[in-house]
C-alpha cells in the first residue's frame, strides 16, 4: 500500500529539525532510516502530515570514543557500528549492530532511530540497558541528558517531547575485567528476535563482582533482570548459580504469546540465552576475543 501524501522538508540541522517540528505541530515526525516508520506508514499505521528528513544534516553519524566512553550519533547506522572497531574493544555493542536485520536494514537504520521508536523487540535498549548509557537530547527550549532506564516508559513510548530529537548516544567503556555478550534468538535474518538477552559482567577469578542482564522481547519494554543481577553478584560462577539466574530470568520474564511462541516457551528460552551469554560473557571479561552470532530457529 502507498502512504498516505504528506509534505515532505529537509532539515540542514538537528537544531532546525527541532524548529520544524515545533512550527509544524503535532502531526510532524522527524525521518531517520525509514526503517520503521516508512513501513508504518505504509501500512497506514502512521499518517504523519509533515516528515522532517534528517538524512541531510551533516555531523549527525559518527563513533567517538573519548574520556572513557563511546559516543554515537544518533544518525549513526547498524552498519557503520558493525564495521567500526568497536568489534574487538566494545564486543557486545558489534553483538548487536551484527544481528539486527539483514544487510539493507543495517545499511538504514540509526542508532537513535531505534531508540526512540522504543519497539518491544528492538535490539539497542536491550544492549545499553546493561551499560551506563546516556541520550542527549535536543529541542528549541535547549538540550538536556536522560539516562536510558528513564527513558523509554512503555511499548513505543519514551519521555521524547513532540519537538525533541534524540542527538546523540553516550555509552561508559565498560572497567577492566568486565565483558559482556548480546544473543537473541531468530526466526530468519530479516524479523526481530522471538527473544534476546544482553549481559555484562565483571569478573575477578571465578567471582562475579558485578553484573548486569537484560531480557528482550518478554515486555513491553526491556526487562532488567535484578533478581538474576543478584544471584550472580558476589558468587562463584558455577553450575548451581547458573541455576539459580535462570530461576530469576524464568520469574522476570513476562511474554506474550504469539505466532512465535507461547509464554512458557519464551520464559524457557531466555533462560536458555543468559545462559549462554554468561559464558561468553565471562570468557571475554577474561580477555578472551570470542565471536557470537545470533541462534537461528
Ligand atoms: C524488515 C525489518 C527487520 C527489522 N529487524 C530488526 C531487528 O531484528 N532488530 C531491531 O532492533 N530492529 C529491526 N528493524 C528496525 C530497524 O532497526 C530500524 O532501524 C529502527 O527500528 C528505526 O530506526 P530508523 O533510523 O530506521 O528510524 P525511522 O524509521 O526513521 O524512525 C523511527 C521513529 O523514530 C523517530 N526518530 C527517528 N530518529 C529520531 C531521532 N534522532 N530523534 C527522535 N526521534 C527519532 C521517527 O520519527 C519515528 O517515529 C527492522 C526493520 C525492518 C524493516
Not at 538537528?14 to 506508514?41: N, R, Y
Request: net charge positive; glycine share 8%; with cysteine.
Amino acid at each position: 500500500m502507498y502512504p498516505r501524501s504528506f509534505h515532505y522538508h529537509r532539515a540542514n540541522s538537528l537544531q532546525e529539525a527541532a524548529t520544524m517540528l515545533a512550527q509544524l505541530g503535532d502531526d510532524a515526525k522527524v525521518l531517520a532510516g525509514g526503517q520503521s516508520l516508512i513501513p508504518l506508514m505504509k501500512l497506514r499505521f502512521a499518517n504523519p502530515t509533515h516528515l522532517v528528513d534528517l538524512n541531510f544534516v551533516s555531523g549527525a553519524a559518527y563513533i567517538k570514543g573519548e574520556n572513557g566512553a563511546w559516543r554515537f550519533g544518533a544518525l549513526t547506522r547498524h552498519s557503520e557500528i558493525e564495521k567500526s572497531t568497536l568489534k574487538n574493544s566494545f564486543p557486545i555493542i558489534h553483538d548487536c549492530a551484527a544481528g539486527i536485520a539483514d544487510v539493507q536494514v543495517r545499511n538504514r537504520g540509526t542508532i537513535g532511530g531505534s531508540l526512540a521508536e522504543a519497539d518491544p523487540s528492538g535490539d539497542w535498549a536491550t544492549v545499553l540497558l546493561t551499560q551506563n548509557t546516556e541520550l542527549r537530547c535536543l529541542s528549541p527550549r535547549g538540550e538536556r541528558t536522560i539516562r536510558l532506564d528513564k527513558f523509554i516508559t512503555d511499548a513505543y513510548t519514551t519521555v521524547l517531547e513532540h519537538d525533541e530529537l534524540v542527538c546523540e548516544v553516550v555509552v561508559k567503556a565498560p572497567e577492566k575485567g568486565s565483558g559482556g555478550a548480546y544473543l537473541a534468538f531468530k526466526r530468519s535474518a530479516p524479523v526481530y528476535p522471538t527473544a534476546s538477552a544482553a549481559v555484562q559482567l565483571t569478573v575477578e577469578g571465578d567471582i562475579c563482582k558485578d553484573a548486569a542482564i537484560t531480557l528482550g522481547g518478554v515486555g513491553l519494554v526491556p526487562v532488567r533482570a535484578s533478581e538474576a543481577e543478584a544471584a550472580l553478584r558476589g558468587h562463584t560462577i558455577d553450575s548451581k548459580t547458573i541455576r539459580a539466574v535462570m530461576e530469576a530470568v524464568h520469574q522476570a520474564a513476562d511474554p506474550q504469546p504469539d505466532m512465535r511462541g507461547s509464554a512458557e516457551y519464551k520464559r524457557s528460552l531466555v533462560a536458555a540465552l543468559v545462559k549462554r551469554a554468561i559464558g561468553v560473557a565471562v570468557e571475554r571479561a577474561r580477555g578472551k576475543q570470542v565471536k557470537v552470532s545470533h541462534i537461528y530457529a
